[in-house]
């Protein structure tokens, strides 16, 4: 069955530091993978995904993630950390639909403080 | 803003008790998507429809049913509601169904408090 796990319940970062968010995943088949954000009492806003080609895909504010599938990973990353990108990180994984009623499952989330 | 409306922001009701939860889907999107978030269970999927047909089904209890409309708008019908049912319920949308490359877009949520 296909599951996506984020290792880290919260992440701290200083401001102007680059960070990692870690995300890793299980699927039978090439994955669909993609970060959303959610602020505090907001929706999840998307934020990149992979679907296939260049490794690296680029997203939202400056965020990029690297799909990695030796390891199994699709960590977030961002050079620079900024304060307002403090809110909780969810990666989601969608596997290739053998029908119609493909599903997304997100991780349990990873809380993301940038402190100035 | 994603486009993605729902409707009631916030909703306080007593056990026992049925609420509807409504959303409009972005323009164009044939998708909805309903998904409840707590803090022990995390971010479930609860039910799917694409072009007011159930497409897929997640964590939902029997209690709970959902309906898209001709105009594409969606209801989350929660009913004999328990305490454990207070949550943030989510609903998304997308322009397809049954394609994995689709991206949700989802609303603000509604925050369901069952005293």
């Known amino acids: 069955a296909q599951s996506v796990a984020q290792p880290e319940d919260q992440v701290n970062v200083a401001e102007g530091n680059p960070l990692t968010v870690k995300c890793t995943y299980s699927v039978s088949g090439n994955p669909y993978l993609f970060w959303y954000v959610q602020y505090p009492n907001r929706g999840l806003q998307f934020l990149l995904k992979?679907?296939?080609?260049?490794?690296l895909v680029k997203g939202s504010y400056g965020f990029e993630a690297e799909f990695n599938k030796s390891q199994t990973s699709f960590h977030l990353k961002k050079p620079s950390a900024l304060v307002s990108d403090s809110a909780l990180y969810f990666c989601a994984v969608r596997d290739i639909p053998r029908s119609s009623a493909s599903k997304i499952i997100f991780g349990s989330g990873t809380r993301l403080s940038i402190r100035p | 803003d994603s486009g993605v409306t729902q409707t009631p922001k916030h909703l306080i009701t007593a056990t026992g008790q049925r609420v509807t939860l409504r959303c409009s889907p972005r323009?164009?999107?044939?998708?909805v998507y309903w998904y409840q978030q707590s803090l022990d269970q995390g971010l479930q999927f609860l039910i799917q429809?694409?072009?007011?047909?159930?497409?897929a089904k997640g964590n939902i209890l029997e209690r709970f049913s959902a309906q898209q409309f001709p105009d594409l708008h969606s209801e989350l019908n929660l009913s004999s509601l328990e305490l454990g049912d207070s949550a943030l319920y989510f609903c998304a949308s997308s322009a397809l169904g049954g394609s994995s490359t689709d991206t949700q877009y989802f609303g603000p949520g509604t925050r369901l408090t069952v005293l």
């Open positions: 992979y679907i296939t080609g260049d490794n």
């Open positions: 323009s164009g999107d044939l998708s």
């Open positions: 429809y694409y072009n007011g047909e159930e497409r």
